[in-house]
């Protein structure tokens, strides 16, 4: 198997994707700093595209990239690769839609038992930082 192709199967997760499968690590720029920054995201694909997003509470990963959307996403689990992307707004139709299929998967049991219970889908559409990841060189999705 190729490299791409190893990029490939990693960046085709789905509901059914372990956590593992979607734990992946990015790297910001800080918003006031300029340092990069590193942390630990989960990657959500719904409808062919890719985003990340996270619990109602403030994140400096968002506002870093609403500061410089430019960013990279470091996958680890079956591939090690760093792809770089861009980090792009949704539209309100576009954030229900998929913050209400992440909380499809956060409130399966084994996964709600990780993260505190079962999530409120008001409480996340009114204050859960989304964005879109477009990679680049690699299309829409």
Not at 10 to 24: H, K, Y
Not at 59 to 83: E, I, S
Request: avoid cysteine; charged fraction near 25%.
């Amino acid at each position: 198997m190729s490299v791409d192709d190893a990029v490939a199967r990693a960046l085709d997760i789905g509901p059914e994707s372990s956590p593992v499968e979607r734990t992946i690590d990015i790297t910001t720029l800080g918003r006031r700093s300029g340092i990069p920054r590193r942390i630990e995201v989960w990657l959500h694909r719904v409808d062919g595209r890719w985003y990340l997003t996270g619990m109602p509470v403030h994140r400096d990963w968002y506002a870093n990239l609403q500061a410089n959307p430019r960013f990279v996403v470091h996958l680890k689990h079956g591939v090690t690769a760093d792809l770089p992307a861009t980090a792009r707004p949704v539209d309100e139709p576009t954030r229900r839609r998929v913050i209400t299929a992440v909380l499809d998967l956060q409130n399966q049991p084994e996964i709600a038992a990780r993260v505190g219970g079962h999530q409120d889908l008001d409480e996340w559409l009114a204050r859960s930082p989304l964005v879109e990841v477009v990679f680049d060189n690699r299309g829409e999705g």
